[in-house]
T-cell receptor, first 115, second 108 residues
Framework: EAGVTQSPTHLIKTRGQQATLRCSPI?????VYWYQQALGLGLQFLLW???????NRGNFPPRFSGRQFPNYSSELNVNALELEDSALYLC??????????????FGQGTRLTVV | KNEVEQSPQNLTAQEGEFITINCSYS?????LHWLQQHPGGGIVSLFM???GKKKHGRLIATINIQEKHSSLHITASHPRDSAVYIC??????????FGTGTRLQVFP
């Protein structure tokens, strides 16, 4: 069974551009989570989607947005890129509802570099 | 002060050694996760605990809810265990609060 897949694995953008990152969850999972791991910092929660709706977001500016499609895959969009947006972006999926005892499975990440 | 603290930050070991990584948290939690992050960034979920002890192969995870403490043990360590190990907690919702990780290097 395929795990959580993310694309692209690497992405290089210039400051001010927009970046789109994609995530396909494990089959049967309806919840998708996005996390940012900036250099030297720990993982930070970005967004949670479940059943096509944004359920929760972390402490990030509105230029970080996303959506979840009917097939439960998800996109993370980062507008007006800034140098400090350079980070590893991780996606995780879990069974729906996102209850606190629901185990999440992680993808390999997309490394975004803003120059 | 971080809500989730891990120790040590860095750990080196010789192949075959028994390894312990500790995680302490200061908030009430509903579950605790141990994650393994390989070079390049990919993360694997090792354990999810809400009480007691779990074992998978050479890995053992324990949690003491009263003491707000968890440990991850690796028996008979191997160079392929070299990775960053991350502790994360749920606070009754889906947001995970992550520790800063423990970088483990196991030498042959």
């Amino acid at each position: 069974e395929a795990g959580v897949t993310q694309s692209p694995t690497h992405l290089i953008k210039t400051r001010g551009q927009q970046a789109t990152l994609r995530c396909s969850p494990i089959s049967g999972h309806t919840s998708v989570y996005w996390y940012q791991q900036a250099l030297g910092l720990g993982l930070q929660f970005l967004l949670w989607y479940d059943e096509g709706e944004e359920r929760n977001r972390g402490n990030f500016p509105p230029r970080f947005s996303g959506r979840q499609f009917p097939n439960y895959s998800s996109e993370l969009n980062v507008n007006a890129l800034e140098l400090e947006d350079s980070a590893l972006y991780l996606c995780a999926s879990s069974l729906g509802g996102g209850g606190s005892n629901t185990e999440a499975f992680f993808g390999q990440g997309t490394r975004l570099t803003v120059v | 002060k971080n809500e989730v603290e891990q120790s040590p930050q860095n750990l080196t070991a010789q192949e075959g050694e028994f390894i312990t990584i500790n995680c302490s948290y200061s908030v009430g939690i509903s579950a605790l996760h141990w994650l393994q992050q390989h070079p390049g960034g990919g993360i694997v979920s090792l354990f999810m605990l809400s009480s007691g002890k779990k074992k998978h192969g050479r890995l053992i995870a324990t949690i003491n809810i009263q003491e707000k403490h968890s440990s991850l043990h690796i028996t008979a360590s191997h160079p392929r265990d070299s990775a960053v190990y991350i502790c994360a907690v749920n606070r009754g919702n889906v947001k995970l609060i992550f520790g800063t990780g423990t970088r483990l290097q196991v030498f042959p």
